[in-house]
């Protein structure tokens, strides 16, 4: 069986930590969002252990270690969320270990690592919006989670305007010293991520957050893109397992985590239901700022992002002027 060294606040940590792991491939596998049992390990707690006590690297676990974890927790008087799927699903201890453990074996050998709602790297934004992921499977450069964030999201079938306007907001945010988030579609979101890389810093100052496991990267037409971005250490997120594809559903999903991830966002042209405009409806619920720039009276590419405007968004015109209105992210 797993244990922590120590007494019984490092107990509680490494507690987390495991929760937090079989939380995020329970909620994979049914598809749903599942609370956490506990909170955060204070500070306190923290200061009392060195990291070594507190957590464990969980692709040093073998199979036989989360089968002894998820059997027990499974047994105790009081059981988690995931628990209670499991028995929905009938999933057994062992199939949910093998789960587990394969998907660390994938990510560990390509070179990923799996952050949990406990570990030192999770985002501070994101634990403050209502359905937090509770883990976070990732490529790249973590440190960039650290760094001020500000999203830029837009139409796949931009306009020449909206995508030139995308790629320098981003160049002029990362050289200000943010982090561009967005979502690696056609389009804006591709726009922002070239915008990152005319920088010319390393790591590459943008995160890219997947509607998929991170096996593929889609959509495939970007590959060369995607490839510039892993060259420059660009940092990859999903919270989906390792092979997962991404199913329609998973993209709207996805948007939290984007908006979560940022102080801001900036719509730079959404039509009617878009993806973007539901990204911007999370920032509002999330209690981010929203702009969207102005298009054209007779661009009905922008009548998404006219509406947002009406409804409060702060409007700009140009990527100069936004840098204008917000000089700090």
Request: with cysteine.
């Amino acid at each position: 069986m797993v244990r922590a060294k120590g007494g019984s606040d490092m107990q509680y940590s490494l507690s987390n930590q495991l929760e937090a792991i079989v939380t995020h491939s329970v909620s994979q596998l049914a598809y749903r969002w599942l609370p956490l049992p506990h909170s955060r390990p204070t500070p306190l707690a923290l200061a009392m252990a060195s990291a070594s006590d507190v957590r464990v690297d969980p692709t040093q676990l073998s199979l036989k270690n989360w089968h002894e974890y998820i059997a027990g927790q499974r047994s105790a008087p009081l059981a988690s969320a995931w628990v209670r799927v499991c028995e929905t699903l009938q999933l057994s201890a062992i199939g949910l270990a093998t789960v587990i453990f394969n998907n660390l074996t994938q990510l560990s050998v390509r070179g990923g690592v799996l952050i949990d709602y406990f570990h030192d790297d999770y985002p501070y934004l994101l634990t403050h919006i209502p359905d937090p992921p509770a883990c976070l499977t990732c490529i790249g450069d973590t440190s960039l989670l650290a760094a001020p964030k500000l999203a830029i999201v837009g139409s796949r079938k931009a306009s020449d305007f909206a995508f030139k306007e995308a790629r320098n907001l981003a160049l002029g945010t990362v050289q200000k010293g943010a982090v561009v988030v967005s979502g690696g579609a056609v389009g804006c979101d591709a726009a922002a991520h070239l915008g990152a890389l005319d920088s010319g810093l390393r790591p590459a100052p943008t995160i890219v957050v997947f509607a998929g496991g991170l096996h593929k990267f889609y959509p495939q037409c970007l590959e060369s893109l995607f490839g510039r971005l892993r060259t420059e250490r660009a940092l990859f997120v999903s919270e989906r397992l390792w092979e997962y594809p991404a199913r329609p559903m998973d993209f709207p999903i996805r948007n939290r985590i984007i908006a979560g991830l940022s102080s801001a966002i900036v719509v730079m042209q959404a039509a009617e239901k878009s993806g973007a405009l539901k990204t911007a409806s999370y920032a509002l619920e999330q209690g981010r700022e929203v702009y969207a720039l102005v298009h054209e009276a007779d661009d009905i590419r922008a009548n998404g992002s006219r509406q947002l405007i009406e409804d409060g968004a702060q409007a700009f015109d140009s990527a100069r002027d936004f840098l204008t209105l917000l000089p700090t992210v």
